[in-house]
């Protein structure tokens, strides 16, 4: 059992749909920091980021998450932090399955950008709604996309 005084430790994951520079607010780099901003903030010790760049957030079959639900598997990781819920997944089937094996296997997972928090009793709901709105907006951008091509 872990003392009481001992710090939490943690591994971030970031991932960008596209490559991005450096200086927009999705780009690895600034995610990356954010999450080692949060980490000093709430004393956690960072033991190391996953990284997936130019990967979908549409499917959960990614090199650096893969790696990262590996360590989880193995009990090697107790706390997971990301900028957002979308980070890990945008569909909310794939969101849910990750949170149930996260649980499954004693892990912890903390947004640096949103207040949704496991422990919350409807966090979970909230961010299923905020999911299905993004993946309807996805919908629509396809469309307007498909729109602009065929004038």
Known sequence: MKNKNEKKTAVGYV???AIVEDSESDSIEVQEKRIKEYCRKNDVDLN???FDPAKSGIKLDRPGFNALLSLVRSGKVKSVICTSPDRISRQ???SLTVRVLL???GADLFFT???ILDEEPYSGMFDEILK???TYDQII????RRGK???
Do not use: I, L, M
Request: aromatic content about 8%.
């Open 92 to 94: 909310a089937k794939d």
């Open 149 to 151: 091509k065929g004038k």
């Open 103 to 105: 649980k499954k296997y």
């Open 132 to 134: 299905t709105v993004k």
């Open 48 to 50: 190391a980021v996953y």
């Open 15 to 17: 991932r960008t749909a």
């Open 141 to 144: 951008s396809e469309r307007v």
């Open 113 to 115: 950008d949103t207040n």
